[in-house]
């Protein structure tokens, strides 16, 4: 069963630390955004295997609620 | 570069005045900013709400429901004009002598960061401002700029950051900002920008060029000693800053004791800063020689 | 009282106008960024318009109440609910004992602000319950909120079921474009024709190293009048360098050819200089813009900001509440 991780707040894409084919475990950070030059991580809620990517690092002006990662 | 015959009244938005007494660091200008901030105290001029002075200008925060920037102008007018000659303020002017680690480890730290990180070709502050200043060397930039009283003009940029002048003309330096800026600066580092001496009370960014460190707070949110009784910031406008150079081992006996409450502030708190025995004495002075 | 249970990005305890009278000694006043909807949500509870309440910036907190209270929310749409249920925005809002409200991320703005009747009583400081955090000054411990901090609340005569009228709001938008008022000054002078009249047409995108600090802007080259090269050695060798001068609030500070906004917690004073100011009536929309949107400026007289401010003020009462 597929697990979403989706972009928690509004910001810029600062780091992108997975990609697909990688073997993640429970609490791992997938990425991270910038947000008023703070840094929000944000964790792997599962263990399982990246399938999905979809927004690069540098990416800039995201959304709350954007999908990022897909862990099957 | 001038002192203006009539100072400029500019507009900051809405609810600001900044007031421009002229253009140069000139001492001068400051006792003419800081006396205008005494006389609006004094004569409680309506809808001013604060005012902060600076090297060559002050600031003036007004309401606008109970003045208008035409009538704040007008009487900001009148009392510069009641003020009369600099060469009459005296003002209450504490003296503060610091323990200073000069050419220090911790902001050479902070400077070999700089370099690793931001700007490679950055020369070493002390050796860069020695020869920009036209002095032999670190050693020398260490005597003529610990040999002089500095004049708390201003605070500000940072809570309880202070900014200094040198009151002894035979020790003015410059030194110009660092660019880009540094994104850290280790707490009482004491630096230069322009020609003004600031210490830093925290960490903080910074584009000072830095030399030398205190081991003694300038800011003190606990107000652990008596001198924080009135405020968390130690020093107010007017008053007076001795660097004592001092050996690594002796800053850290002071960090104990500052640790530990047994610090004891070395503070002269009885004299009264005279413009006119200030010139005075200034125009005695054989300003080719340096220390 | 209240339990954090989750802070958010960066929520902390503001009030109205902030902490004055301390600028000479570098204290910015920090206080809420949109003071429309601040103002607004505590007329809505019952309070003084600047009582003391919650910024809420990008990501909401979850809050449990642990006695009954009397609740607004306004500002940015962070989809309010408690115990789950939706709560509407510009409605004062009954909440017993022993219930959550939880705010999630922006939807449609940047920044809510929270009311509670009867106000937050924290410890002011400096004669101001806003918080500045960088320097642990005001707000709860001297900090934006962390998990298990307990907010104290002042007796409130708060009623439930009060609105703002859809008139009476700011418009907040996700067009992610704003015009936004500047008046000329103080060192307009210092930048030529062709550098003003390109600051005022251009686009300026607001970057996203910004904060309450300072909202830094790209943007066009400035270019600069005859005095910004004619001056002495001590102002500084970039153009923009000025001998160090106090900063009004909302200043566009030119730090080398970057412009940035000073806004509710930024520097005093410095050695750059300020061409234009943003008057406090336009605030909001700072407040409510995000990284990546566009910032158009237009000029208007110190008297025409001086009156805008007077309408908002006169928005945040009881005449605008149904």
Redesign the interface.
């Given at each position: 069963m597929a697990t979403e991780v989706r972009?928690?707040?509004?910001?810029?894409m600062w780091k992108v630390l997975v990609q697909p084919g990688d073997a993640v475990t429970e609490g791992q950070t997938l990425f991270i955004m910038?947000?008023?030059?703070?840094e929000?991580a944000h964790e792997s809620p599962a263990a399982g295997t990246v399938t999905a990517v979809h927004v690069a690092e540098g990416a800039?002006?995201l959304d709350?609620?954007q999908l990022v990662v897909e862990i099957g | 570069m001038t002192i203006y015959a009539q100072p400029r009244f500019l507009p900051g938005g809405d609810r600001y005045m900044l007031i421009e007494f002229g253009n140069e660091m000139n001492l001068e200008l400051n006792f003419m900013a800081q006396g205008l901030a005494g006389a609006i105290r004094e004569n409680k001029v309506g809808g001013v709400i604060e005012t902060a002075p600076c090297f060559a200008s002050m600031l003036v925060h007004y309401e606008p429901d109970d003045i208008s920037f035409a009538d704040l102008q007008t009487e900001m007018q009148r009392l510069i004009g009641s003020l009369g000659p600099s060469d009459d303020i005296e003002l209450p002017s504490r003296l503060f002598y610091f323990p200073t680690v000069y050419c220090d480890p911790w902001t050479k730290a902070a400077i070999d960061d700089y370099t690793a990180k931001i700007n490679p070709e950055k020369e070493y502050d002390p050796d860069f401002v020695a020869r920009l200043n036209g002095l032999s060397g670190a050693e020398q930039l260490v005597r003529v700029h610990s040999g002089t009283e500095y004049w708390v003009a201003s605070l500000g940029f940072w809570p309880g950051l202070p900014f200094m002048m040198a009151l002894d003309p035979r020790c003015v330096i410059t030194a110009p900002k660092y660019n880009p800026p540094r994104t850290w600066t280790p707490q009482g580092t004491v630096g230069m920008g322009g020609a003004s001496t600031a210490i830093y009370p925290v960490a903080t960014p910074g584009g000072y060029q830095i030399f030398a460190r205190i081991p003694v707070p300038i800011w003190d949110p606990k107000q652990r000693f008596d001198v924080f009784a009135d405020s968390i910031c130690l020093f107010r406008p007017g008053d007076r800053v001795k660097f004592v150079p001092v050996s690594v081992a002796e800053f850290e006996e002071i960090e104990r004791q500052v640790a530990d409450g047994s610090y004891t502030y070395n503070v002269v708190e009885y004299q009264k800063f005279s413009v006119a025995q200030y010139k005075h004495w200034v125009s005695r002075l054989d300003r080719t020689k340096r220390f | 009282m209240i339990e954090v249970i989750k802070p958010g990005l960066e929520t902390s305890v503001q009030d109205w106008p902030g902490r004055i009278g301390f600028w000479n000694q570098g204290f910015p006043p920090s206080g809420p960024m949109d003071s429309w909807s601040f103002r607004l949500a505590n007329v809505l509870v019952g309070n003084a318009p600047g009582a003391a309440g919650l910024e809420c910036q990008y990501l909401g907190p979850t809050l449990r109440f642990d006695a009954d209270a009397v609740i607004a929310v306004t500002g940015a749409d962070m989809a309010p609910k408690l115990d789950g249920v939706a709560v509407p925005l510009w409605e004062s809002v009954a909440v017993r004992a022993g219930q959550t409200l939880a705010l999630g991320p922006a939807k449609l703005g940047t920044r809510a602000y929270i009311a509670f009747s009867g106000g937050i009583a924290s410890e002011p400081w400096l004669g101001s319950r806003s918080t500045f955090h960088q320097a642990g000054v005001g707000g709860i411990g001297g900090s934006a909120l962390k998990a298990g901090h307990q907010i104290p609340l002042g007796a409130g005569t708060g009623v439930a079921g009060r609105r703002v009228k859809p008139e009476a709001r700011p418009p907040i938008h996700g067009d992610k474009r704003w015009d936004v008022e500047v008046c000329a000054g103080p060192n307009d002078d210092w930048i030529d024709a062709a550098g003003q009249e390109r600051f005022l047409s251009a686009d300026w995108k607001l970057s996203g190293k910004s904060n309450r600090t300072g909202f830094r802007l790209e943007g066009p080259e400035w270019t600069f009048a005859e005095k910004a090269y004619n001056k002495g050695p001590e102002h500084g060798s970039l153009p923009s360098n000025i001998i160090d001068h106090g900063y009004p609030l909302g200043a566009i500070n030119l730090a080398g050819q970057t412009p940035i906004i000073l806004v509710s917690d930024g520097p005093s004073m410095g050695g750059f200089i300020n061409p234009y100011t943003v008057p406090q009536a336009a605030f909001w929309k700072l407040g409510q813009s995000r990284p990546g949107d566009i910032y158009h400026f237009r000029l208007v007289s110190v008297e025409r900001a001086q009156a805008m401010a007077r309408e908002m003020k006169a928005l945040c009462t009881e005449a605008s509440i149904i």
């Amino acid at each position: 069963m597929a697990t979403e991780v989706r972009t928690m707040t509004a910001g810029n894409m600062w780091k992108v630390l997975v990609q697909p084919g990688d073997a993640v475990t429970e609490g791992q950070t997938l990425f991270i955004m910038e947000v008023m030059k703070m840094e929000v991580a944000h964790e792997s809620p599962a263990a399982g295997t990246v399938t999905a990517v979809h927004v690069a690092e540098g990416a800039e002006g995201l959304d709350a609620d954007q999908l990022v990662v897909e862990i099957g | 570069m001038t002192i203006y015959a009539q100072p400029r009244f500019l507009p900051g938005g809405d609810r600001y005045m900044l007031i421009e007494f002229g253009n140069e660091m000139n001492l001068e200008l400051n006792f003419m900013a800081q006396g205008l901030a005494g006389a609006i105290r004094e004569n409680k001029v309506g809808g001013v709400i604060e005012t902060a002075p600076c090297f060559a200008s002050m600031l003036v925060h007004y309401e606008p429901d109970d003045i208008s920037f035409a009538d704040l102008q007008t009487e900001m007018q009148r009392l510069i004009g009641s003020l009369g000659p600099s060469d009459d303020i005296e003002l209450p002017s504490r003296l503060f002598y610091f323990p200073t680690v000069y050419c220090d480890p911790w902001t050479k730290a902070a400077i070999d960061d700089y370099t690793a990180k931001i700007n490679p070709e950055k020369e070493y502050d002390p050796d860069f401002v020695a020869r920009l200043n036209g002095l032999s060397g670190a050693e020398q930039l260490v005597r003529v700029h610990s040999g002089t009283e500095y004049w708390v003009a201003s605070l500000g940029f940072w809570p309880g950051l202070p900014f200094m002048m040198a009151l002894d003309p035979r020790c003015v330096i410059t030194a110009p900002k660092y660019n880009p800026p540094r994104t850290w600066t280790p707490q009482g580092t004491v630096g230069m920008g322009g020609a003004s001496t600031a210490i830093y009370p925290v960490a903080t960014p910074g584009g000072y060029q830095i030399f030398a460190r205190i081991p003694v707070p300038i800011w003190d949110p606990k107000q652990r000693f008596d001198v924080f009784a009135d405020s968390i910031c130690l020093f107010r406008p007017g008053d007076r800053v001795k660097f004592v150079p001092v050996s690594v081992a002796e800053f850290e006996e002071i960090e104990r004791q500052v640790a530990d409450g047994s610090y004891t502030y070395n503070v002269v708190e009885y004299q009264k800063f005279s413009v006119a025995q200030y010139k005075h004495w200034v125009s005695r002075l054989d300003r080719t020689k340096r220390f | 009282m209240i339990e954090v249970i989750k802070p958010g990005l960066e929520t902390s305890v503001q009030d109205w106008p902030g902490r004055i009278g301390f600028w000479n000694q570098g204290f910015p006043p920090s206080g809420p960024m949109d003071s429309w909807s601040f103002r607004l949500a505590n007329v809505l509870v019952g309070n003084a318009p600047g009582a003391a309440g919650l910024e809420c910036q990008y990501l909401g907190p979850t809050l449990r109440f642990d006695a009954d209270a009397v609740i607004a929310v306004t500002g940015a749409d962070m989809a309010p609910k408690l115990d789950g249920v939706a709560v509407p925005l510009w409605e004062s809002v009954a909440v017993r004992a022993g219930q959550t409200l939880a705010l999630g991320p922006a939807k449609l703005g940047t920044r809510a602000y929270i009311a509670f009747s009867g106000g937050i009583a924290s410890e002011p400081w400096l004669g101001s319950r806003s918080t500045f955090h960088q320097a642990g000054v005001g707000g709860i411990g001297g900090s934006a909120l962390k998990a298990g901090h307990q907010i104290p609340l002042g007796a409130g005569t708060g009623v439930a079921g009060r609105r703002v009228k859809p008139e009476a709001r700011p418009p907040i938008h996700g067009d992610k474009r704003w015009d936004v008022e500047v008046c000329a000054g103080p060192n307009d002078d210092w930048i030529d024709a062709a550098g003003q009249e390109r600051f005022l047409s251009a686009d300026w995108k607001l970057s996203g190293k910004s904060n309450r600090t300072g909202f830094r802007l790209e943007g066009p080259e400035w270019t600069f009048a005859e005095k910004a090269y004619n001056k002495g050695p001590e102002h500084g060798s970039l153009p923009s360098n000025i001998i160090d001068h106090g900063y009004p609030l909302g200043a566009i500070n030119l730090a080398g050819q970057t412009p940035i906004i000073l806004v509710s917690d930024g520097p005093s004073m410095g050695g750059f200089i300020n061409p234009y100011t943003v008057p406090q009536a336009a605030f909001w929309k700072l407040g409510q813009s995000r990284p990546g949107d566009i910032y158009h400026f237009r000029l208007v007289s110190v008297e025409r900001a001086q009156a805008m401010a007077r309408e908002m003020k006169a928005l945040c009462t009881e005449a605008s509440i149904i």
